[in-house]
Nanobody, 115 residues
Framework: VQLVESGGGLVQPGGSLRLSCAAS????????MSWYRQAPGKERESVAG????????NYADSVKGRFTISRDNPKNTVYLQMNSLKPEDTAVYYC?????????WGQGTQVTVSS
């Protein structure tokens, strides 16, 4: 299993970013996918999740109405559209898959929200 995130960067408050996670090594369309984030000095937290066919999504209260998780199964990719970004969204964002009962993580992509 390999997960590769991209799309992070520096953005001003109120701005937008779209993160991508390219997956390989497993049958992507059969598994739910999630995004997590970890800010300096804090524990890793769940941000959003999406079921295998994309029919159901869930979000942390802190990002509801601002972030949207989606997936493109033919492309083996999951996305996180982040709008109205706030300084408190600054973190390393990780893609996650649970395959065969094991948690898999990408290397993470840094998102910094600052003026």
């Amino acid at each position: 299993v390999q997960l590769v995130e991209s799309g992070g960067g520096l953005v001003q408050p109120g701005g937008s970013l779209r993160l991508s996670c390219a997956a390989s090594g497993f049958t992507f369309s059969s598994y739910a996918m999630s995004w997590y984030r970890q800010a300096p000095g804090k524990e890793r937290e769940s941000v959003a999740g999406i079921t295998s066919a994309g029919g159901s999504r869930n979000y942390a209260d802190s990002v509801k109405g601002r972030f949207t998780i989606s997936r493109d199964n033919p492309k083996n990719t999951v996305y996180l559209q982040m709008n109205s970004l706030k300084p408190e969204d600054t973190a390393v964002y990780y893609c996650n898959a649970i395959v065969g009962g094991r948690y898999y993580w990408g290397q993470g992509t840094q998102v910094t929200v600052s003026s």
